[in-house]
């Protein structure tokens, strides 16, 4: 399962779901700030944080990263 750990009012954030919408990937979105702990585990200081299982995928909206998913 791909998660999307995101903050409200954030551009990159919604880039990343929009991009998942269109490609048709399934999804579930999370609040990276009741996600601290994890963040810090994986060295991510900004958001969206993008996973698949517990593998770390993308940090920003970077489509060439989530490529991957397709």
């Known amino acids: 399962m791909i998660k999307v750990y995101s903050k409200p ?3 990159q954030c919604v880039g990343v779901k929009l991009w998942l919408n269109k490609n048709e990937i399934e999804f579930e979105e ?10 810090a585990e994986h060295g991510v200081q900004s958001a969206p944080a993008v996973f698949k299982g517990d593998e770390l995928i993308s940090v920003g909206f970077n489509p060439e990263e989530l490529e991957i998913l397709l």
């Open 9 to 11: 009012v954030c551009g």
């Open 30 to 39: 999370l609040c990276i700030m009741d996600s601290l702990d994890l963040m």
